[in-house]
C-alpha cells in the first residue's frame, strides 16, 4: 500500500528556512508524481510543487525562487528546501501521490483529485 510520512516542520523566523522530508513506500518506480500542498487556517490546500518520476521539479509562483524540491531515489525520500520564508507561507505541509508519470499543474488547485496522502507536518513562520 502506499504510505507517505511527512517532517520536517516547525516554527522558525521571518527569513528563515526549513526542509522537509516526504518519506514514500509503496509508489511505482519512475511512474508518479509527488505533490507538496500548503494547507491555510482556513482549511485551503492549494500545491505549491511538484516533483515528476523523472525528477522535473515545478513550483507554484508563490515560492518559486525561495524553494526547492529534490528526490533522493535510494532512500525514497523527496525533500522540500524552504528558503526566506514569510508568515504567508504558514500553515500544515502536506505531500500527496499520484499513480502517473506525468504532474498536471491544475492538480495545485484540485486536491480532491489526489487520493494518497500523509498526515502533514506543520509550518508556523513568525514575524
Known amino acids: 500500500q502506499v504510505k507517505l510520512v511527512e517532517s520536517g516542520g516547525g516554527s522558525v523566523q521571518n527569513g528563515g528556512a526549513l526542509r522537509l522530508s516526504c518519506e514514500a513506500s509503496?509508489?511505482?518506480?519512475?511512474?508518479?508524481?509527488i505533490y507538496w500542498f500548503r494547507e491555510s487556517p482556513g482549511g485551503r490546500r492549494v500545491g505549491v510543487a511538484h516533483?515528476?518520476?523523472?525528477?522535473?521539479?515545478a513550483y507554484a509562483d508563490s515560492v518559486e525562487g525561495r524553494a526547492t524540491i529534490s528526490r533522493d531515489k535510494s532512500k525514497n525520500i523527496i525533500y522540500r528546501q524552504m528558503n526566506s520564508l514569510e508568515p504567508g507561507d504558514s500553515g500544515v505541509y502536506y505531500c500527496?501521490?499520484?499513480?502517473?508519470?506525468?504532474?498536471?499543474?491544475?492538480?495545485?488547485?484540485?486536491?480532491?483529485?489526489?487520493?494518497?496522502w500523509g498526515q502533514g507536518t506543520q509550518v508556523t513562520v513568525s514575524s
Open positions: 500527496a501521490a499520484d499513480l502517473d508519470r506525468l504532474c498536471y499543474f491544475s492538480y495545485h488547485s484540485a486536491p480532491e483529485l489526489l487520493h494518497h
Open positions: 516533483i515528476e518520476g523523472d525528477d522535473w521539479p
Open positions: 509503496g509508489l511505482p518506480a519512475n511512474n508518479h508524481c
